[in-house]
């Protein structure tokens, strides 16, 4: 059974409407990552929820928000995407302190018109 | 210098082959290392974590020297079926801040 389910999995939008893309747990892990990925390239983090602190990345742009309402729901908002922001954008989940190891979700794909 | 730096490969075996991959990590406090599977258009999964020297898990071997700041990665008698790209990943505690850093990844294909 999935333990960290990302909805949708394909998403299309157009140029500047924005998107939520939805990430929900089973492992009740402390820990809540979002990355963007694109292709050939490695898992970009974007920010990482410690419970209920927000961490963002340095270099993440604005356009890129997150809500994290409870522990098993995490968000990420794209307020005006751009051509750029078409990627699979990857929720992970862990629990400090403990193994340290990232459950990925499947994944949403998004696209760009 | 890249924090994680893989060799991107892409690296091309025939079936039964042995194949290894090296990584290089620049933290020399980064302190739990994973080796990660993505197969096409699909999320990471964990292959194995290498928390000491090293350690083996049926045809995968990892091995860790924290000396030289590297992980590698040997696959024996490949399978078709191995053919992914894997992904090095560093765990590492910055100003009370825990981090997973990847690297780019190395693409392996078996040939049949």
């Known amino acids: 059974d999935a333990m960290v389910i990302q909805n949708p999995r394909y998403q299309v939008t157009q140029f500047g409407k924005p998107v939520t893309l939805s990430c929900s747990q089973t492992l009740n892990h402390n820990v809540m990552y979002w990355y963007q990925q694109k292709s050939s390239q490695a898992p970009k983090l974007l920010f990482h929820y410690y419970d209920k602190d927000f961490n963002n990345e340095a270099d993440t742009p604005d356009n890129f928000q997150s809500r994290r309402p409870n522990t098993s729901f995490c968000f990420l908002d794209i307020r005006s995407p751009g051509l750029g922001d078409a990627a699979m954008y990857l929720c992970?989940?862990?629990?400090?302190?403990?193994?340290?190891?990232?459950?990925f979700g499947a994944g949403t794909r998004l696209s760009v018109l | 210098r890249k924090e994680v730096e893989q060799d991107p490969g892409p690296f091309n075996v025939p079936e039964g082959a042995t194949v290894a991959f090296n990584c290089t990590y620049s933290?020399?406090?980064?302190?739990?290392f994973f080796w990660y599977r993505q197969d096409c258009r699909k999320e990471p999964k964990l292959l194995m974590s290498v928390y000491s020297s090293g350690n083996e898990d049926g045809r995968f071997t990892a091995q860790l020297n924290r000396a030289s700041q590297y992980i590698s990665l040997l696959i024996r008698d490949s399978k078709l079926s191995d053919s992914a790209t894997y992904l090095c990943?560093?765990?590492?505690?910055?100003?009370?801040?825990?981090?997973?850093?990847f690297g780019t990844g190395t693409r392996l294909t078996i040939i049949p």
């Open positions: 990943v560093v765990h590492s505690i910055n100003f009370g801040n825990e981090k997973l850093t």
């Open positions: 992970a989940t862990s629990n400090w302190g403990g193994e340290n190891i990232q459950y």
């Open positions: 933290n020399s406090a980064s302190q739990s």
